[in-house]
């Protein structure tokens, strides 16, 4: 039994995988250049590096920069960080109608300078078992002051708080507005 367990815990761990990060420069017969990220999977450490090299390798000026999101969330402070970095870049955010953003993917929507949803938005509270803890959250910032820092309602936070982890709570075009995420 014991052999069997840890085959399938060996298993799991190995599809365990970071977000896919797209970087790319796209000319657009409209604006002119345009530099679009794509955020896919699950956000995990290791994910702000592969963003960040993804943008330097594309330096130069964009008539517009895209944040496309289609993600569940993943690591708060992976997104948190990733979303800091975003905002400086200038992104404006977008969740496409054939994308989602759940969980702790909303930090990244948050950093947009302009919001755009047009799929699902889930909130819950983060898990802690195996992924963010306590401490690295205090690490990596507080929540509240994060959504503050990105023009986004303060009680955004408090109210992610208030969902199990397990459960989920998708956004009305009301609370998207309450919030100031679209």
């Known amino acids: 039994m014991y052999r069997i367990l840890s085959l399938a815990l060996l298993i ?12 790319t420069s796209v000319q657009n017969p409209r604006l002119g250049p345009v530099l679009a990220v794509k955020i896919t999977e699950d956000i995990a450490p ?11 390798a594309h330096p130069g000026k964009f008539a517009r920069k895209i944040l496309l ?9 992976e997104a948190t960080r990733m979303g800091r970095l975003l905002r400086e870049y200038g992104f ?3 969740v496409p109608d054939s994308g989602l953003c759940q969980g702790s ?3 990244l929507l948050a950093a947009g300078k302009q919001r755009t949803v047009r799929g699902p ?9 195996g992924g963010d803890s306590a401490r690295d959250l205090s ?3 507080d929540p509240t002051r994060y959504l503050r820092d990105m023009g986004v309602a303060p ?9 199990p982890p397990h459960k989920m709570r998708v956004l009305s075009a009301a609370d998207l507005t309450r919030y100031r995420l679209n």
């Open 139 to 141: 690490t990596g910032g």
């Open 92 to 94: 404006d955010a977008l």
């Open 105 to 107: 993917c909303i930090y």
């Open 155 to 163: 009680s955004l936070a408090q109210d992610i708080q208030q969902i």
């Open 12 to 23: 799991s761990l190995s599809f365990a995988a970071q977000a896919k990060v797209d970087v």
């Open 69 to 77: 999101l289609d993600t569940i969330g993943g690591s708060v402070v």
């Open 46 to 56: 290791g994910d702000y590096e592969a963003l960040l090299k993804g943008l330097r």
């Open 121 to 129: 938005v889930g909130l819950h509270r983060p898990y802690f078992p």
